[in-house]
């Protein structure tokens, strides 16, 4: 008598990660990623402006708010953007039915962007998917006002995910001081893009020692702020400095590995890659997160890689996250004037096994307290931290290292309407012109 094993199908096991863009920062960031063939997710369109969403390659779109705004956007008005959001909550939740993981990726301070990111996330979380936020915050340029709008946005949409991971696009001024607007907004583009394809890859790429989805998950679920970032490295010291390339990368938001109690670790190199040096990279990693942080540990060969070595890490659970959430979730709650329960009706769904929070109907209210400053970091040793002084010529010459290595398609960037610009510098670029 002999047995008889069936395994199920590979696209059965696979779990199913979308990506939602919101508004004409989100949708960009999208339009950028379908366009560098990110493979293993399923885009999702979301806006106000029909004509974004004309232009859009995303397969899924859903137009946000069709009666209230007529499709024409929402002119920078975050509460057009929630209530847009809230007047399309099934189509959303039908756009995101069957998702294992959802990321919400928008450009904050607008009014798409920053208004319905927050919804579209909690529909996510409501339904039991891991949902992560992956935005931005706006350019000095910009002004004040949007400033404050991206600022608040941050912390609604922070209340909705399980994990928040946010970019300051001052910072790409680090880089280069002599960027032009149109480069400045496709570099934040990719920035969001890769903060995606860092996470997504280690779920659908399979490794000699495999980082799966319960992996992930078991790290970002439920964790609020996120760092994380991917290094590259060359030579005798390259597991070394990919790691430290990856936990200090200069476009984070102020955020250190130091105090973690999660963190991921993935490592993709060289069939010729040597234990000794991955035991170096790790142990300094190790060092820095806190003495009982739960790491997860990845090994991907490719030859492909040369001698080049690829970290990708996400640290979660830092010290001070649990309190600094409670009190965001708390703020929000009190400025709520009235709540509206989501009814999920989709069959096949799991309950969420997060604490749920109901959506509102959402109206013109105040402005929640700010968060309190962090509390003083615990007396270890810092992180370590890339250093300044060394040079680093061969890295510089990896081309994984160009923040905008990547092709942009001109519909997408070269398209004002889509670029989410303030007016006032529309018009000066059409007057220039």
Request: hydrophobic share 45%.
């Given at each position: 008598?002999?047995?008889?094993?069936?395994?199920?199908?590979?696209?059965?096991?696979?779990?199913?990660?979308?990506?939602?863009?919101?508004?004409?920062?989100?949708?960009?960031?999208?339009?950028?990623?379908?366009?560098?063939?990110?493979?293993?997710?399923?885009?999702?369109?979301?806006?106000?402006?029909?004509?974004?969403?004309?232009?859009?390659?995303?397969?899924?779109?859903?137009?946000?708010?069709?009666?209230?705004?007529?499709?024409?956007?929402?002119?920078?008005?975050?509460?057009?953007?929630?209530?847009?959001?809230?007047?399309?909550?099934?189509?959303?939740?039908?756009?995101?039915?069957?998702?294992?993981?959802?990321?919400?990726?928008?450009?904050?301070?607008?009014?798409?962007?920053?208004?319905?990111?927050?919804?579209?996330?909690?529909?996510?979380?409501?339904?039991?998917?891991?949902?992560?936020?992956?935005?931005?915050?706006?350019?000095?340029?910009?002004?004040?006002?949007?400033?404050?709008?991206?600022?608040?946005?941050?912390?609604?949409?922070?209340?909705?995910?399980?994990?928040?991971?946010?970019?300051?696009?001052?910072?790409?001024?680090?880089?280069?001081?002599?960027?032009?607007?149109?480069?400045?907004?496709?570099?934040?583009?990719?920035?969001?893009?890769?903060?995606?394809?860092?996470?997504?890859?280690?779920?659908?790429?399979?490794?000699?020692?495999?980082?799966?989805?319960?992996?992930?998950?078991?790290?970002?679920?439920?964790?609020?702020?996120?760092?994380?970032?991917?290094?590259?490295?060359?030579?005798?010291?390259?597991?070394?400095?990919?790691?430290?390339?990856?936990?200090?990368?200069?476009?984070?938001?102020?955020?250190?590995?130091?105090?973690?109690?999660?963190?991921?670790?993935?490592?993709?190199?060289?069939?010729?890659?040597?234990?000794?040096?991955?035991?170096?990279?790790?142990?300094?990693?190790?060092?820095?997160?806190?003495?009982?942080?739960?790491?997860?540990?990845?090994?991907?060969?490719?030859?492909?890689?040369?001698?080049?070595?690829?970290?990708?890490?996400?640290?979660?659970?830092?010290?001070?996250?649990?309190?600094?959430?409670?009190?965001?979730?708390?703020?929000?709650?009190?400025?709520?004037?009235?709540?509206?329960?989501?009814?999920?009706?989709?069959?096949?769904?799991?309950?969420?096994?997060?604490?749920?929070?109901?959506?509102?109907?959402?109206?013109?209210?105040?402005?929640?307290?700010?968060?309190?400053?962090?509390?003083?970091?615990?007396?270890?040793?810092?992180?370590?931290?890339?250093?300044?002084?060394?040079?680093q010529p061969e890295q510089a010459t990896l081309?994984?290292?160009?923040?905008?290595?990547?092709?942009?398609?001109?519909?997408?960037?070269?398209?004002?309407a889509t670029l989410d610009i303030p007016a006032?510098?529309?018009?000066?670029?059409?007057?220039?012109?």
């Open positions: 008598m002999g047995f008889h094993i069936e395994f199920a199908d590979d696209a059965e096991m696979q779990a199913r990660i979308k990506v939602v863009g919101v508004g004409g920062g989100g949708g960009n960031a999208l339009q950028t990623m379908i366009q560098s063939g990110l493979e293993g997710v399923e885009f999702i369109a979301a806006n106000t402006d029909t004509q974004a969403l004309e232009q859009s390659l995303a397969p899924s779109k859903v137009q946000l708010g069709s009666a209230l705004t007529r499709g024409l956007g929402a002119g920078a008005n975050p509460d057009v953007g929630k209530k847009a959001a809230l007047e399309e909550m099934e189509r959303i939740q039908e756009a995101l039915a069957g998702a294992d993981m959802v990321f919400v990726t928008a450009g904050m301070g607008g009014g798409t962007g920053t208004g319905a990111a927050p919804i579209i996330a909690q529909i996510a979380r409501d339904l039991g998917i891991l949902t992560v936020g992956v935005v931005t915050r706006p350019f000095l340029f910009e002004g004040k006002r949007r400033m404050k709008n991206a600022e608040q946005g941050i912390r609604e949409l922070a209340a909705s995910v399980d994990t928040i991971i946010t970019i300051p696009n001052q910072k790409l001024m680090n880089l280069d001081d002599d960027l032009s607007i149109l480069e400045a907004f496709k570099r934040a583009d990719d920035v969001l893009v890769q903060a995606v394809r860092g996470i997504s890859d280690l779920i659908t790429v399979s490794g000699v020692i495999n980082v799966d989805f319960a992996d992930v998950k078991t790290i970002m679920s439920g964790q609020g702020r996120a760092l994380m970032g991917t290094g590259y490295g060359r030579g005798d010291r390259r597991a070394l400095d990919a790691v430290e390339m990856a936990i200090n990368s200069p476009l984070l938001d102020d955020i250190s590995i130091d105090g973690a109690m999660g963190i991921l670790l993935n490592f993709t190199a060289g069939p010729d890659v040597r234990l000794k040096e991955i035991n170096e990279a790790a142990s300094l990693v190790q060092q820095a997160a806190h003495e009982d942080a739960n790491i997860i540990f990845g090994l991907l060969t490719d030859p492909d890689m040369g001698d080049v070595v690829k970290v990708t890490a996400i640290a979660t659970g830092f010290e001070t996250d649990s309190s600094e959430m409670q009190e965001v979730v708390a703020s929000a709650t009190a400025a709520r004037t009235s709540r509206t329960s989501l009814p999920l009706t989709i069959p096949g769904h799991r309950p969420s096994m997060q604490p749920q929070m109901a959506l509102k109907a959402l109206v013109p209210q105040q402005q929640p307290a700010p968060v309190e400053a962090r509390a003083a970091r615990r007396n270890s040793a810092p992180a370590p931290r890339v250093s300044t002084t060394r040079e081309p994984e290292l160009r923040v905008s290595g990547r092709a942009f398609g001109p519909a997408a960037l070269a398209d004002e006032y510098l529309r018009r000066a670029a059409a007057h220039h012109d």
